[in-house]
């Protein structure tokens, strides 16, 4: 069966600009989560939806935002994008949260 | 706050040595531990998952164990090859929450 899929793969954006990523989890999963990782910081927590509603949020500021949609696709988004804002972005998605994780092959976003 | 910590940082083995990978965490109330494997670059693998209420999983030359009380998992390669070489990152999920909390990961080169 298909794995998690994120879009793009790559992305380079202006430091101001805002961009919109996309997750699409494994068919069944209706959990989806998306987790920041940095060569400082390492893998942080953004937030996970559940039948389109965010029960867990990190401790990121207010610019970094999701939705879920219906069909449990995902997509996040981040306004004003900052030079600490390039990581690579990673989806994971699961059944019903929480009993193992699959993730996604990551978005890697670089902010010049 | 749960802290998740894992030692050694980095790691260099001959192929074929049996090796183990420690991860320590601060707070016992987790749900389950995941284990994951990245290569440079790219989303986590999952490796093996363990529930709160186990001791121990194993999956090929992979084995991973868990004692809640002391805080400490291992994970056990036994025989390893080159192709093993890359990151191992195990993250904690705890009871009141639906976040995977992630150690910074042990970097593991096996030397043909």
């Known amino acids: 069966k298909a794995g998690v899929t994120q879009t793009p793969r790559y992305l380079i954006k202006t430091r101001g600009q805002q961009v919109t990523l996309s997750c699409s989890p494994i068919s069944g999963h209706r959990s989806v989560s998306w987790y920041q990782q940095t060569p400082g910081q390492g893998l942080q927590f953004l937030f996970e939806?559940?039948?389109?509603?965010?029960?867990n949020k990190g401790n990121f500021p207010g610019r970094f935002s999701g939705r879920q949609f219906s069909n449990s696709r995902s997509e996040m988004n981040v306004s004003t994008l900052e030079l600490g804002d390039s990581a690579l972005y990673l989806c994971?998605?699961?059944?019903?949260?929480?009993?193992?994780?699959?993730f996604g092959s990551g978005t890697r976003l670089t902010v010049v | 706050k749960q802290e998740v910590t894992q030692i050694p940082a980095a790691l260099s083995v001959p192929e074929g040595e049996n090796l183990v990978l420690n991860c320590s965490f601060t707070?016992?109330?987790?749900?389950?531990l995941q284990w994951f494997r990245q290569d440079p670059g790219k989303g986590l693998t999952s490796l093996l998952l363990i529930q709160s209420s186990q001791r121990e999983q194993t999956s090929g030359r992979l084995n991973a164990s868990l004692d809640k009380s002391s805080g400490r998992s291992t994970l056990y390669i036994a025989a390893s090859q080159p192709g093993d070489s890359a990151t191992y990152l195990c993250a904690v999920r705890m009871d009141s929450s639906y976040k995977l909390i992630f150690g910074s990961g042990t970097r593991l080169l096996v030397r043909p």
């Open positions: 994971a998605s699961s059944l019903a949260g929480g009993n193992g994780y699959t």
């Open positions: 939806y559940f039948s389109e509603t965010q029960r």
């Open positions: 707070d016992s109330a987790i749900y389950n």
